[in-house]
């Protein structure tokens, strides 16, 4: 088994180089709210069936702080039936925000990236910035984003930060102690210069950028994905150019899965993707991820069948507890999640459960928003 725990350790030493290097070198922007805003915003939203979250998106969006004359909100309806489209539509009698409603023509498997394109198409401004209808944003993100790009004139893609907001239930902070992980990793990798994790809820780029490579051409067959694969293209364009928002002014935060089935098919959803990104690292960490996951729920078999000793098994829970603990430590002075302690016990040992599960779900066909996708296929309807 040395083989293996050599492995193991491999695994978990480029993760912890990654938090490291977040926690002492990548440095949080800093804006000055005095100053006065430069540039202009298309802000994206892609819905379908929304009509609960989206209220409360508009309410955020019409408290932004930021000239009204230098952003527009885009939204591209994606065949949504439970209302949401009337109230975008009743919502824009009421509002003096400058809206321009879509309708998602279906030119591939995936949604997102299809309202996306359309919307970049009509978009007012060259710098594009996508967030979720169930997206809490702050007053300050887009001056926020603002004073990044007068920093970074040159930046064509900027990842912005993802907070999971957890109601008090276990599904819930597991979620949410999984979020902050990601962040970590996420930023770490954008210091090392090796990024291979965004998310789509806060993302920004410029339609020069956008239109250079293409869009999303070659990986349109993939159902999700509109942030991966389009940070995958820019950094191999111009990787100096793509940079991690590190504000918490620019912090985005949504809700959690209600349910731990519907976490397990978000996740799949998500780790679908994986097989069609090209970045090594991106790949190495996930498999060791998964490893180390499967190792943990089969270590007290192994152990019992002779085939591993106490030694290794207590050395394996040790070193997973340990950068468990330590990406949410990190976390924490940033997202400011000081939560995360609670649970945290239980969350470690049923995660690598959830682990296993989501890797299974992500070989099937499933549902998504009423639709039925899977991996690199079109999606249905």
């Not at 929304?50 to 009204?68: I, V």
């Not at 945290?344 to 995660?351: E, G, P, Q, R, T």
């Not at 599960?357 to 999606?379: D, E, F, N």
Request: glycine share 6%.
């Amino acid at each position: 088994m040395t083989w293996l725990y050599t492995i193991v350790i491999i695994g978990y030493a480029m993760l912890i180089l990654l938090l490291v290097k977040e926690a002492l070198s990548y440095q949080r922007n800093k804006i000055n709210l005095l100053s006065s805003p430069v540039y202009g915003f298309s802000v994206v939203v892609n819905y379908r069936n929304e009509s609960k979250n989206l209220p409360h998106l508009l309410t955020c969006l019409q408290q932004l702080d930021y000239p009204s004359h230098l952003w527009e909100l885009i939204l591209v309806n994606d065949g949504s039936d439970d209302g949401s489209a009337e109230l975008i539509d009743s919502f824009k009698q009421k509002t003096k925000l400058n809206m321009l409603s879509l309708t998602r023509l279906q030119e591939s498997a995936s949604a997102k990236k299809d309202g996306i394109q359309q919307a970049v198409d009509h978009a007012q401004f060259e710098h594009i910035i996508c967030t979720d209808a169930d997206a809490h944003i702050p007053s300050t993100w887009l001056q926020a984003f603002d004073t990044f790009f007068r920093q970074h004139p040159k930046a064509h893609f900027v990842a912005g930060p993802v907070w999971l907001e957890p109601n008090g239930s276990l599904v819930s902070r597991l979620q949410s102690n999984e979020m902050i992980a990601l962040q970590m990793m996420t930023i770490g990798a954008f210091a090392h210069r090796q990024p291979f994790l965004c998310n789509g809820a806060n993302m920004a780029f410029t339609r020069e950028a956008f239109t250079a490579v293409d869009g999303y051409n070659g990986n349109r067959q993939v159902s999700s994905g509109d942030d991966v694969f389009l940070l995958e293209k820019l950094s191999a364009e111009d990787l100096d150019k793509c940079h991690y928002l590190k504000d918490r002014h620019a912090i985005i935060s949504t809700s959690t899965k209600s349910s731990w089935i519907g976490m397990i098919k978000q996740r799949a959803r998500w780790a679908q993707k994986s097989g069609h990104t090209k970045s090594r690292l991106g790949k190495l960490i996930s498999l060791q991820v998964l490893a180390m996951n499967l190792l943990i729920i089969a270590s007290p078999v192994l152990y019992f069948l002779n085939w591993m000793s106490l030694e290794f098994l207590v050395a394996t829970w040790t070193t997973k507890f340990f950068v468990d603990a330590l990406s949410l430590v990190i976390g924490q002075q940033f997202f400011e999640d000081r939560g995360w302690q609670r649970g945290f016990v239980v969350c470690f040992l049923i995660y690598p459960i959830a682990v296993a599960q989501i890797a299974l779900w992500s070989l099937r066909k499933h549902q998504w928003h009423g639709r039925s996708v899977s991996l690199g296929r079109q999606a249905e309807g």
